[in-house]
């Protein structure tokens, strides 16, 4: 194995998008610190590290051993003041701006000056988030995928202060995950969820007002156009309080009604019915 980009990496957040980012690193040979402040979710994030390992071997892709050495490489703890001596950090809590600031304010004044931070927020601006530490040239945005382990794209966003050698640096270590490196700037939802929003959005809309049922939907963009996944079911999978959120920050940010969030969105938001991860969405995945 080539050696590690970054040699040790913090990731904060063990929850879908975090465990993914942190496996990733592993796998490339860097030692991952990854932190939630949750024991539970700590411990739900590192068995979904182990069970993605798992699969990989089951396919054969992966040998057992070498398994065990990227899971061995990955150590939890729920204190974000064990995060000190990293050269990377990659920040992947929830989509809200309140908690990212907190974050970063405390990792600004933990890590060394040199240390990079980066946020894998899929809307919130770099600038803003930048502006809560003493290094805001040392602030980018990492954007990837899910589910990060397979998918090749990372969104990397710099924010006003951002620098080139940051820049370089960040774009450099995605190649080196073997990750396709999109520049973007900073600018509300980026490239990825200004488009992708307003059509899940839409689509929602669309079942709402009685359009079409889910199913037809889902087919219609499938076959139609071509998607993989119909925006129904990838806005269940992405996890609606999620989406609902990017939708917020869009239509704050730009100010254009077209990004208002459909109302049964925001009901099934309210009613905890946010897709795979609780279970029911547009969608039933209690029996799956």
């Given at each position: 194995?080539k050696?590690?980009?970054?040699?040790?990496?913090?990731?904060?957040?063990?929850?879908?998008m975090?465990?993914?980012?942190?496996?990733?690193?592993?796998?490339f040979?860097?030692?991952?610190?990854?932190?939630?402040?949750?024991?539970?979710?700590?411990?739900?994030?590192?068995?979904?590290?182990?069970?993605?390992?798992?699969r990989?071997?089951?396919?054969?892709?992966?040998?057992?051993?070498?398994?065990r050495?990227?899971?061995?490489?990955?150590?939890?703890?729920?204190?974000?003041?064990?995060?000190?001596?990293?050269?990377?950090?990659?920040?992947?809590v929830?989509?809200?701006?309140?908690?990212?600031?907190?974050?970063?304010?405390?990792?600004?004044?933990?890590?060394?000056?040199?240390?990079?931070?980066?946020?894998?927020?899929?809307?919130?601006?770099?600038?803003?988030?930048?502006?809560?530490?003493?290094?805001?040239?040392?602030?980018?945005?990492?954007?990837?995928?899910?589910?990060?382990?397979?998918?090749?794209?990372?969104?990397?966003?710099?924010?006003?202060?951002?620098?080139?050698?940051?820049?370089?640096?960040?774009?450099?270590?995605?190649?080196?995950?073997?990750?396709?490196?999109?520049?973007?700037?900073?600018?509300?939802?980026?490239?990825?969820?200004?488009?992708?929003?307003?059509?899940?959005?839409?689509?929602?809309?669309?079942?709402?007002?009685?359009?079409?049922?889910?199913?037809?939907?889902?087919?219609?963009?499938?076959?139609?156009m071509?998607?993989?996944?119909?925006?129904?079911?990838?806005?269940?999978?992405?996890?609606?309080?999620?989406?609902?959120?990017?939708?917020?920050?869009?239509?704050?940010?730009?100010?254009?009604?077209?990004?208002?969030?459909?109302?049964?969105?925001?009901?099934?938001?309210?009613?905890?019915?946010?897709?795979?991860?609780?279970?029911?969405?547009?969608?039933?995945?209690?029996?799956?």
């Amino acid at each position: 194995m080539k050696p590690p980009f970054f040699d040790k990496v913090a990731v904060i957040g063990a929850g879908t998008m975090g465990n993914g980012i942190a496996q990733t690193f592993a796998s490339f040979g860097s030692q991952v610190q990854l932190v939630d402040v949750d024991a539970a979710g700590l411990k739900k994030g590192l068995a979904a590290i182990d069970g993605s390992l798992a699969r990989f071997v089951k396919k054969g892709t992966l040998a057992e051993a070498d398994a065990r050495a990227v899971s061995g490489r990955i150590q939890g703890s729920s204190d974000l003041k064990a995060v000190t001596d990293v050269a990377l950090v990659v920040e992947a809590v929830s989509e809200r701006f309140e908690v990212k600031r907190a974050v970063f304010a405390q990792l600004d004044q933990q890590c060394p000056p040199a240390t990079i931070l980066a946020t894998n927020t899929s809307s919130i601006s770099i600038t803003k988030i930048a502006a809560c530490t003493r290094r805001p040239e040392r602030v980018i945005g990492m954007h990837f995928m899910n589910p990060v382990p397979l998918m090749k794209l990372v969104e990397v966003i710099r924010g006003q202060a951002t620098s080139d050698e940051t820049t370089a640096r960040i774009t450099a270590c995605c190649e080196a995950l073997d990750k396709v490196p999109a520049a973007a700037n900073d600018y509300p939802g980026f490239v990825s969820n200004r488009v992708l929003m307003p059509m899940i959005n839409e689509a929602v809309f669309c079942l709402m007002e009685g359009v079409a049922t889910r199913e037809s939907i889902d087919t219609v963009m499938k076959l139609g156009m071509n998607h993989p996944l119909g925006p129904l079911a990838l806005a269940d999978l992405i996890g609606l309080d999620v989406c609902l959120d990017i939708l917020e920050v869009l239509h704050a940010g730009l100010g254009d009604d077209k990004y208002r969030p459909c109302p049964l969105l925001r009901r099934m938001v309210a009613a905890g019915q946010l897709g795979k991860k609780s279970g029911k969405g547009f969608y039933d995945y209690a029996a799956a």
